[in-house]
């Protein structure tokens, strides 16, 4: 089965960025479309963004537009998402997860987190 691992969390300052890298492993990435997810303490999990398999389609929550970019590359069998202008409310468990397409409600594999925290 398809094992995603996400990396690149870490402690910034308002203002900051980090790059989130999810890497795929039992299979490949290019049959699905990865959506990355978040979960801040008290709060229910939300959708950030989405990339369909080819690349061709992204979507953004309103709260990350502008800010945030989501990318793959199906030969390194990888996804990204470059987070700039970070705010506190951005810190949260970021999570990357496969799906058939990013418009299907149904979610195949997920990853374990990894932690962001934006503080001064």
């Known amino acids: 089965q398809l094992k995603l691992v996400e990396s690149g969390g870490g402690l910034v300052q308002p203002g900051g960025s980090l790059r989130l890298s999810c890497e795929a492993s039992?299979?490949?990435?290019?049959?699905?479309?990865i959506g990355w997810f978040r979960q801040a303490p008290g709060k229910e999990r939300e959708g950030v963004s989405c990339?369909?398999?080819?690349?061709?389609?992204?979507n953004y929550a309103d709260s990350v537009k502008g800010r945030f970019t989501i990318s793959r590359d199906n030969a390194k069998n990888r996804v990204y998402l470059q987070m700039n202008g970070l705010k506190p409310e951005d810190t949260a468990v970021y999570y990357c997860?496969?799906?058939?397409?990013?418009?299907?409600?149904?979610?195949?594999?997920w990853g374990q987190g990894t932690q962001v925290t934006v503080s001064s």
């Open positions: 997860a496969a799906k058939p397409l990013c418009i299907a409600t149904r979610t195949d594999y």
């Open positions: 039992g299979a490949t990435l290019d049959g699905y479309g």
């Open positions: 990339i369909s398999r080819s690349g061709g389609f992204t």
